[in-house]
């Protein structure tokens, strides 16, 4: 009889659900609101409330589910236990044990992140390679490291944290993380926005941007037009990023650098500033990697959440 | 009755070989030389020779000997293959299935650094961790990450090369790598009597240095005098160090950094110029990880190149 997996994506307002088979076909998604009153107590109840809708509308019997899978805001270690993820209200208890109590299916949890690099192996941009670096360039920086095909969590769940890197010791503005000079701040939709801003002030060159409202969407449309400041910025850009995953390339050795979130919409331009920078510090063993755009959008979540539970009871 | 296992280091002059129990005390060891000529075709015979002599001379028969480990100076990938080792002549072939052929004995191999960082896991400074980074400060500076008691190998034996994170832009000498500004340049051996030569020549204070011979050593004793010459090397060699070993942590998430290598026997000190460093730029996460120094010394390759085949034998 044909098993199924739900992969359950946290976010700070909404949570993605996915019904997928064995194989990771995608067979409906959906959302509902994340509650984050009360120290975010309803939030699991309410997933294992909707999971279990979704079974008797699809008149699925728990036998039939192999598993949920569920991605956290925070770090969660590799037994399920999530430490703190301010965003959602919550200190530090077992996601695993707490949907399991409810579900009587195997649960397995992990960081939104992380759990989000492996969908991109797995059926995303990076998929072919089990080492592999996944960075996606949102609001922040977030990062996911796969080694032979698990995520590296980290003794907290703390893994794969690229965002967080440190790569400019003179910078004066504060990270959200309290440290400063971190990668997103760089890196990120913000970051690039930032990079443009400081840009624009400190040249007087002439600049499309100088019109338009500042945004890593407008600078890399204007970097495509050829926009000579624009094309300062994405440099600066480039550099930052490319010398953090020479970094963690030359430590982790992975095949495949996956690059995600709504900087990278920007598409191959981006790896056009990254590359060079990237090469010239990587060492050698490590030049020529591949570097791929994310192909799963927001549901990457989901997909990497249905791989964690099938990894784990298959 | 009682298993043995043979753990081997191959260096570029001696082969160094431990005779352990299955619970890691070692019972024998002693070296042979490394004989290079011939693209290195003996050195694997050689050992294998000196492997069956130990056995008759413990009177041990083969189906007693649950394995032989080797540690060898180049990439060595997951499935034993070492892929190129300049400073044995060798080209790309498996070691472990040319010590099998002769030895009828299951063989694993990795890479030095990787393997006596399993070592300092098991036996030495990192006891009690299953998470942490080894890194190596001799002449050069190597690198082992262990995640969950297991080497991060990468895809081609690569991983773990912490020594060539590059540090410095600045930098205009060329590493033995070929690139400018690794890690390597300035946190081993030789890194410290470059920045110290360098320091010498730039500043006209009075120093202890300046009467001696400059080495890592007579550095870190002139710090433990109070020479505030040799204390501003330190604090540089403490940024680079501490700065790096930073960037690691934030995407390993760690719970031990052992500290091994001919720098390290300047001892705690060290880690009071790298710790301040370490601390500032790392992800919370990471912050209070356990620093210690390396105990093995020279036994650390014959200690990891054991566990290696225990791990995937027993």
Redesign the interface.
């Known amino acids: 009889m044909d098993k199924y997996v739900f992969g359950v994506d946290i976010g700070g307002t909404t949570v993605k659900l996915g019904f997928f088979d064995v194989k990771g076909n995608l067979l409906d998604k959906w959302e509902i609101p994340t509650r984050t009153e009360e120290e975010g107590s309803r939030i699991l109840p309410d997933i294992a409330e909707s999971i279990q809708n979704k079974m008797k509308e699809k008149q699925i019997s728990p036998d039939r589910v192999a598993g949920v899978g569920a991605g956290a805001p925070g770090?969660v270690d590799?037994v399920g236990v999530v430490?703190k993820a301010v965003n959602l209200g919550w200190g530090t208890f077992s996601i695993k044990e707490t949907l399991e109590n409810i579900l009587h299916i195997p649960v397995m949890a992990g960081n939104d992140a992380n759990v989000a690099a492996l969908g991109e192996m797995w059926k995303g941009g990076g998929q072919g390679s089990n080492?592999l670096i996944v960075v996606t360039l949102g609001t922040g920086v977030g990062?996911g490291?796969i080694?032979?095909g698990k995520v590296?969590?980290?003794?907290?769940?703390?893994?794969?944290?690229?965002g967080?890197?440190?790569v400019e010791d003179e910078e004066r503005e504060v990270c959200n993380?309290?440290?400063r000079?971190c990668l997103e701040q760089f890196a990120s939709a913000t970051g690039v926005t930032r990079l443009a801003r400081r840009k624009l002030a400190e040249s007087s060159k002439d600049s499309v941007l100088r019109q338009k409202e500042i945004s890593a969407k407008t600078v890399f449309d204007a970097v495509k037009q050829g926009d000579p400041l624009a094309i300062e910025i994405a440099e600066e850009f480039g550099k930052y990023l490319g010398?953090?995953l020479?970094?963690?390339a030359?430590?982790?050795?992975?095949?495949t650098i996956v690059l995600g979130g709504g900087v990278s919409k920007a598409g191959e331009v981006l790896i056009d500033y990254i590359r060079p920078h990237y090469e010239?510090?990587?060492?050698?063993?490590?030049r020529g990697v591949k570097f791929a755009l994310a192909t799963l959008g927001n549901d990457a979540g989901i997909y990497g959440a249905a791989r964690l539970v099938l990894d784990s009871v298959l």
């Open positions: 770090p590799a430490h080492d990062g490291i080694i032979n590296l969590a980290g003794i907290s769940g703390a893994g794969g944290e690229i967080h890197m440190h993380c309290g440290n000079g010398d953090a020479a970094a963690v030359t430590v982790v050795n992975p095949d010239k510090n990587v060492f050698l063993a490590n």
